[in-house]
T-cell receptor, first 107, second 117 residues
Framework: DAKTTQPPSMDCAEGRAANLPCNHSTISGNEYVYWYRQIHSQGPQYIIHGLKNNETNEMASLIITEDRKSSTLILPHATLRDTAVYYC????????FGTGTSLTVIP | ETGVTQTPRHLVMGMTNKKSLKCEQHLGHNAMYWYKQSAKKPLELMFVYSLEERVENNSVPSRFSPECPNSSHLFLHLHTLQPEDSALYLC????????????????FGPGTRLTVL
């Protein structure tokens, strides 16, 4: 059962980095970690994914621990439009979304 | 705009009505999905179609009937729904490709907000 666990909510000041953690202690060696976000009443949006190396794209950075049991999504300069629910999941749980982390960016 | 469109965006129906939700993807993907999201609850996977064949049916009541006539279109036929079926219904698609992560990233449509009276 490849479930992930995330804190239910976080706040972040506008302009600061938002660091969103995810535990995936049962992940197996060939499973990827994916991050999505869902802005209120819209469909989820893919952000980034990784296997073992850290990854960066125009939206965010993904840091995966060496033992791959956890990861952190980093939004380097959070804006008010980043207020959303953020979900992490892995390919062992590939269709499923948990409860995610509700991030509120505060002006 | 993700390349996945859903119609209608809003739907109000009575418990005795029959209606259909439509999803279309313009991304060349070969897997499509229906999700349900009730108020303040996580997304619930309903159905998965891969290469136009249903590969997952997540214990969904028979009053919800999916149809995937081709790789670009997905329907959800609704009949004799209950008020508790009121929710946001989301369609998604993804590309299956060999050698990469299975099912890859999903692209979601904007959803249909369904209200059952």
């Amino acid at each position: 059962d490849a479930k992930t666990t995330q804190p239910p909510s976080m706040d972040c000041a506008e302009g600061r980095a938002a660091n969103l953690p995810c535990n995936h202690s049962t992940i197996s060696g060939n499973e990827y970690v994916y991050w999505y976000r869902q802005i209120h009443s819209q469909g989820p949006q893919y952000i980034i994914h990784g296997l073992k190396n850290n990854e960066t794209n125009e939206m965010a950075s993904l840091i995966i621990t060496e033992d791959r049991k956890s990861s952190t999504l980093i939004l380097p300069h959070a804006t008010l439009r980043d207020t959303a629910v953020y979900y992490c999941r892995n390919t062992g749980n590939q269709f499923y979304f948990g409860t995610g982390t509700s991030l509120t960016v505060i002006p | 705009e993700t390349g996945v469109t859903q119609t209608p965006r809003h739907l109000v129906m009575g418990m005795t009505n029959k209606k259909s939700l439509k999803c279309e993807q313009h991304l060349g993907h070969n897997a499509m999905y229906w999700y349900k999201q009730s108020a303040k609850k996580p997304l619930e996977l309903m159905f998965v179609y891969s290469l136009e064949e249903r590969v997952e049916n997540n214990s969904v009541p028979s009053r919800f009937s999916p149809e995937c006539p081709n790789s670009s279109h997905l329907f959800l036929h609704l009949h004799t729904l209950q008020p508790e079926d009121s929710a946001l219904y989301l369609c998604a698609s993804s590309l299956l490709k060999g050698g990469g992560p299975p099912y890859n990233e999903q692209f979601f449509g904007p959803g249909t907000r369904l209200t059952v009276l």
